[in-house]
């Protein structure tokens, strides 16, 4: 330990013994901590064993439960024994990126020959090499984040991470290349997690840093500051990740290899080894590489604390894995919920369209055999709470409306037929049997068509609901979308016809047949009987005919008739409540039978789902307890810091040795070197060979495509800006670029080198810079810069793989209209990620391939390992070998980079100028000789006018060519993101045609609704007319005009109105929602104006009614405005050619507001008065009675209209309208939305398609496939 020579050989004796004693207590308490932890582990292993399922799961996340009940247990115990079969002694992992030095620094800890040591080539470390050291154990490691020279990179690491997890202590290995961001990440991912004490290593590769024999005392400083630099720069990262207070120690691991390497050397660079031994001494190498620092730093840990060191590698890596196991079954657990209520949306989706299973139908459909239980009740008691769809579903409901709009037309043609069988039979003096009834009132194959059309409405809703209810964010496939394909497919077939046989016709059980008991009481001969079960109609008619009639057989005839109309309307009224009872239950059975697999697929899996979350709460649990019962870890940064406290009085002394700073003021002086006339010869021979290659290798650059080629290409784009104005911003940007000095731009990772390298040639060129070069350690260049030459431009770009994401950004944007690109690159040449590497030499969709237009710079060879003086051949050799290594790493990656457009150099060798803004082209003279600087400015230097116009017209091209490539790419951004407009439209557009299909359907509903309503009362007026005699001509009159104003009317329209009110309130909650759902998942918005007025409207006329009140009056003040105004009344006394007098008006007008009143929206839309009127002067008494008919019929009709309709529109239908034609033009307005989207669309695709072809004439010109892919 020459390197701490100032302390005594006592001291020395007392550390070693410390250590050795420190690491004997590790060693034993390791041993007994382990076996408490694998007392507590068999525990964990037995909760995760009682979880564990036998069978296979159809569900990907429950089989990644059961793998991890299964794996992490094995992973634990596997672990504990990896561990036990290393607690003999004390390791130390070396854990790092390719190529920083590990494998060197290994070498010196165990004193090795050498062996190990790369010869210069990435990923050289392929297997984990343990030594002994000082009873403690080291292991070497495969470097991370490597181009994966002979193996994947992440077989690699892999191997890497086994070492680390058995570490009691993990030497962070850093080199002065750029610290990068992958490289603190996998240390957050593999060392902080596991909770390993670390301390950093910073490799300086520097040949000249602590070489004082080397560097004047002035040139030092700065070296050191790059050190520092370095330093803050990984103490950052480490406190941005979670590992402060790590201490950083710099060292030379090559000047300590060569310090304590054992004889004979079989490492790199023999001469340079067997030359510094000569010169220096091992003594000095020793001293000087601060080697002796970081060894007494780890000795001195490992002796304050060496049992604390590994208790805390031992508790925490165990307690981070259980933290990560909880972390994984929560993250699983997230998922499973998500699914789970995914599952069940569906499931509530399915029921809000199919209505809440009864508990007859759960036990026919979802009853579950293997579990001996109700799936329903399963389910709701695994997600605690109930499912709360209606009983009756949206089907029921919408079959139901379809049912009562589709059969309307056929009831009113029934009743119609049956008033006409009865009127013709009673003129006829006929009987009527049942067949005759059935034949001539009942259209049955009317009626069938209507059914069908029911059931085909019936398959379009069921299809549109299911494809909502399938909630497709989470279950791709669903089975309720391929059982709704079925819906349009077989199922259904002929069920309509079914139904109608079914249910028959109300009358068809009992039949209609003359009793002929009928006969004993009508001596004339003829009685029409109407009799069917189930039903009540059992009246008779009679009439007599013949000029005298006894007024006991006249009467009898009129009860007769009368009963006739009220049996046989209420027959047909039963009939289609029949029809539609019969329809809506075959549905519901239909799509129970149809859907019941499915509805009983998503509760099996929401409810094994539901178990298996159960699971992992019971599987947390158990780990936070078994986390629980480790001993917490003793304070190991507190064991670092006295260690370090140790090395220094004071904390800049400690941090002045750590960094090796004592060589500032060392008293070795400054030797200049000798160069032997034949180093001469052969850096000038390979000076002229690399000027004349890169010459080549640059005018190359420029010779494809020609610039004759370029200008006719240019062309094309003009005569296609014609056509695209924004092709013209592409055609100045060419003539822009094309007319201005080249540029040539410098590209590479931070810290690589670029702006000291342009700095050096500039002061070559004997030019000074406009600004000051900022030359650091860390990232510096944040924006691009350009430095002027006299007949081209250089430009400067920010560095990449620095953490920021905007200096990658501007690095490619700098280039883009680069004549040429220099990539400097490290001599560990591709680490970490290069993905902008292979889109520069191959192209992308937003930037043009420069790959033929594109030089390599390996930079800072002089910390290449060999010194280039001493050893001059093997030196140029190890540049040949790299040049062919970055070859070969580049074609790994299927890009094609000739070997002659690679070059080694040195732009600031040795980082002797540094950040000295007063640097003179003397300053570098020193090493000129070898550094590869004077090949790259000669040949720059040397380009022709010609060949620099060349470049200007190759860098138009390619900005050209770039600026197309975006061009295109934002044509088919705007082609996707419209595709994506459409898709999103699509489920509105559907909706809002749902709306206003479904309201259609409704309004039909509810006019039928309205209409049997009416008909109740009609039926029975028409059945009291038929009933009165010759001398109840006032009554008939009263009838006539005042038949619906009775309290059962008001009362039956109260009901009428609270239906059509909850009905309405159904449809304007399903589809309004529906929409807005739509909308929000397609980035619309609704317009508020739209919603409060069809929120307000929604409820307005009916708001009283859905609050329970009784009383309709409240809702009437439109149509009473309307009907008891005198000119209103006045006008419908004029449509029946009444002439009111003014008072009469005024007398009607009352009436009619008088009726408003009790009967809200209800009205008289003809002058019944007038019409009772004209009854009265009807000559005969059978005359009067059917006028008396026909003015009851059509005062029913018009209160049915007046009803649906209002005064105003107020009325259900009315505002049922009013709604739909808002949907209407929202639908319009949509509708003209995805047109004008399809249209921009389709121009996109030709403008898009002509970038593309002038990209494709530009691949031809260019002759290289693959180029701009």
Request: glycine fraction near 8%.
């Amino acid at each position: 330990m020459t390197g701490l020579s100032a302390e005594s050989d006592d001291e020395l004796t007392t550390e070693v013994v410390s250590l050795e004693e420190a690491v004997r207590s590790a060693v034993e308490q390791g041993h007994a901590e382990l076996t408490r932890l694998d007392d507590i582990t068999d525990g964990l292993v037995g909760a995760f064993a009682q979880g564990q399922r036998v069978a296979p799961s159809s569900s990907d996340l429950i089989t990644r439960l059961d793998d991890f009940t299964r794996g992490f247990p094995g992973e634990l115990r596997r672990h504990l024994d990896r561990e036990r079969e290393s607690l003999g002694s004390f390791n130390i992992a070396f854990f790092g990126r390719t190529g920083v030095g590990k494998s060197t620094l290994l070498s010196a800890f165990g004193q090795l020959d050498g062996e190990y040591v790369s010869p210069g080539v990435s990923d050289w470390t392929t297997e984990v090499r343990p030594i002994d050291w000082r009873d403690c154990r080291l292991f070497d490691t495969p470097g991370i984040n490597g181009w994966g020279r002979t193996e994947s990179r992440d077989d690699l690491e892999a191997k890497a991470r086994e070492a680390v997890e058995i570490a009691d202590i993990v030497l962070l290995c850093f080199d002065n290349q750029s610290q990068q961001e992958m490289e603190f990440e996998k240390i957050a991912a593999w060392i902080r997690d596991h909770g390993k004490p670390v301390v950093a290593v910073l490799n300086v590769r520097n040949p000249r840093w602590r070489h004082p024999a080397k560097v004047p005392e002035t040139r030092r400083r700065h070296l050191s500051e790059s050190v520092r630099q370095h330093t803050d720069n990984i103490r950052t990262q480490l406190v941005q990740i979670g590992l402060p207070d790590t201490p950083v120690v710099a060292i030379h691991s090559r000047r300590a290899l060569f310090a304590r390497a054992t004889t004979p050397f079989h490492g790199p660079a023999q001469k340079d080894f067997h030359h510094e031994r000569e010169e220096f001494g091992k003594d000095y190498l020793d001293r000087w590489s601060n080697f002796g620092t970081l060894e007494r730093l780890i000795a001195t840990s490992i002796a304050e604390g060496g049992a604390d060191l590994r208790l805390t590698a031992l508790r925490e890596d165990i307690r981070s894995r259980s933290r990560r196991g909880v972390g994984e079954l929560e993250d699983l657990a997230v998922e499973i919920e998500q699914q789970a209520e995914s599952l069940e949306r569906e499931v509530e989706s399915l029921f809000a369209v199919l209505g809440y299973p009864e508990d007859a139908e759960r036990a026919v459909w979802l009853h579950d055999a293997a579990l001996s239980a109700d799936l329903v009740d399963v389910s709701e008691r695994a997600r605690s709470r109930p499912y709360t769809s209606p009983v009756k579903g949206a089907l029921d409901r919408f079959v139901r409306h379809l049912a009562a709009s589709h059969l309307a037309g056929c009831r009113r043609q029934a009743k119609a037929n049956a008033d006409d069988l009865i009127r013709k039979a009673f003129d006829e003096r006929t009987a009527i049997d049942e067949s005759k009834f059935t034949k001539v009132v009942f259209d049955q194959g009317a009626i069938s068509a209507a059914a069908e059309a029911v059931w085909a409405d019936r398959r379009a809703f069921l299809q549109r609901e299911l494809e909502v209810a399938v909630d497709h964010e989470f279950i791709d496939n669903g089975t309720a979308v391929s059982h709704a394909a079925m819906v349009l497919g077989d199922e259904g077939g002929g069920v309509a016809g079914d139904v109608v046989r079914g249910a028959g016709i109300a009358v068809g059980l009992g039949a209609l047949a003359v009793p002929a008991l009928a006969l004993f009481w009508n001596p004339v001969g003829w009685v029409l009987g109407v009799a069917a079960a189930g039903v009540g109609i059992a009246g008779q008619l009679q009439q007599h005919f013949g000029k005298k009639m006894s007024q006991q057989a006249s009467e009898r005839a009129r009860k007769a008739k009368a009963q006739a109309i009220a049996d046989c309307h209420r027959a047909v009224d039963q009939t289609f409540v029949d029809y539609e009872d019969a329809l809506v239950r075959d549905s519901r059975e239909a799509a129970w039978t149809l859907l019941a697999p499915a509805v009983g697929d998503s509760l099996r899996a929401a409810i094994e789902l539901r178990m298996a979350r159960s699971r992992i709460v019971r599987l947390i649990d158990s780990l936070q307890t078994y986390a629980g019962s480790i001993k917490p870890a003793p304070a190991v940064t507190d064991v670092l810091l006295r260690a370090q406290r140790r090395m220094g009085e004071s904390p800049a002394d400690v941090t002045r040795a750590l960094l090796g700073e004592d060589w500032l003021e060392s008293g070795v002086e400054h030797q200049s070197a000798q160069i032997d006339r034949a180093v001469h010869e052969a850096y000038s021979s390979r000076r002229e060979e690399d000027r004349s290659r890169l010459t080549r290798v640059i005018a190359a650059a420029w010779s494809a495509p020609s610039t004759a080629n370029i200008h006719s290409w240019r062309g094309d784009l003009e005569d296609a800006a014609r056509r695209d104005p924004a092709l013209f911003d592409i055609a100045r940007t060419f003539w822009r670029v094309d007319g201005a000095r080249p540029a040539l731009a410098v590209l590479g990772d931070y810290n690589s080198g670029k702006s000291s390298l342009i700095r050096r040639i500039m002061v070559d060129s004997g030019r000074q810079p406009h600004a000051a070069f900022d030359i650091r350690a860390s990232p510096a260049t944040a924006a691009a810069n350009r430095y002027q030459l006299p007949r081209f431009d250089l430009v400067d770009t920010p560095g990449m793989q620095s953490g920021h994401a905007e200096h990658d950004s501007a690095a490619l944007e700098a280039i883009a209209e680069a004549a040429l690109v220099f990539v400097v690159v490290h001599i560990n040449l591709l680490v970490g990620n290069t993905s902008i590497l292979e889109e520069l030499s191959l192209g992308s969709e937003m930037i043009a391939a420069k790959g033929g237009r594109t030089v390599f710079l390996v930079n800072r060879c002089d910390e290449l390992g060999l010194d280039p003086l001493t050893a001059p051949e093997a030196f140029l050799n190890l540049q040949n070998r790299k040049r062919e290594e970055l070859h070969a790493a580049f074609a790994a990656r299927s890009i094609e980079v000739d070997i002659d457009r690679i070059h080694c150099l040195s732009g600031d060798p040795f980082g002797l100028v540094g950040g000295d803004a007063t640097a003179e082209r003397d300053d570098f003279d020193e090493n000129r000789l070898w550094d590869g600087v004077t090949a790259l400015t000669s040949a720059m230097s040397g380009l022709s006018d010609e060949q620099l116009s060349a470049a200007a017209s190759s860098a138009a091209f390619d900005a050209a060519v770039t600026d197309l490539k975006r061009h295109q790419h934002t044509l088919h951004q705007v082609q996707a993101d419209d595709a994506k407009d459409l898709h999103r439209s699509e489920p509105v557009i559907a909706a809002l045609r749902a709306a206003v299909k479904d309201a259609v359907v409704l309004e039909g509903s509810l006019r039928q609704d309205a209409r049997r309503m009416v008909d109740r009362h009609l039926v029975a007026t028409k059945s009291a007319v038929a009933e009165l005699g010759r001398k109840d001509g006032q009554k008939l009159a009263n009838l006539v005009e005042a038949w619906w104003k009775a309290p059962q009317f008001e009362a039956d329209l109260e009901r009428y109105l609270a239906d059509a009110a909850r009905e309405l309130d159904e449809w304007h909650s399903d589809h309004i929602s529906a929409i807005g759902r739509e909308m929000r998942a397609a980035e619309f918005q609704v317009a508020p104006e739209f919603a409060a007025e069809f929120k307000a409207q929604g409820n307005a006329w009916h708001e009283d009614l859905t609050e329970g009140a009784g009383n309709v009056a409240g809702t009437a003040a439109p149509l009473v405005k309307a009907l008891g105004n005198r000119d209103a009344v006045y006008a419908i006394g004029k449509q029946f050619g009444h002439k009111f007098k003014p008072w009469g008006a005024v007398k009607g007008g009352a009436k009619v507001a008088k009726v408003g009143v009790v009967l809200g929206v209800v009205a008289a839309a003809v002058d019944v008065a007038a019409m009772a009127n004209d009854i009265k002067k009807a000559g005969e008494h059978e005359h009067q009675q059917e006028s008396a008919l026909q003015v009851i019929d059509e005062s029913a009709a018009g209160i049915v209209a007046q009803i649906v309709h209002g005064a105003q529109g107020e009325g259900p239908v009315g505002y049922l309208e009013q709604r739909t034609k808002e949907l209407e033009a929202m639908l319009d307005e949509h509708l003209d939305l995805e047109s004008s989207i399809r249209e921009r669309m389709d121009s996109a695709k030709v403008r898009a398609e002509v970038a593309g072809a002038l990209i494709m004439a530009a691949d031809e010109l260019i002759g290289t496939p693959g180029r701009n892919k």
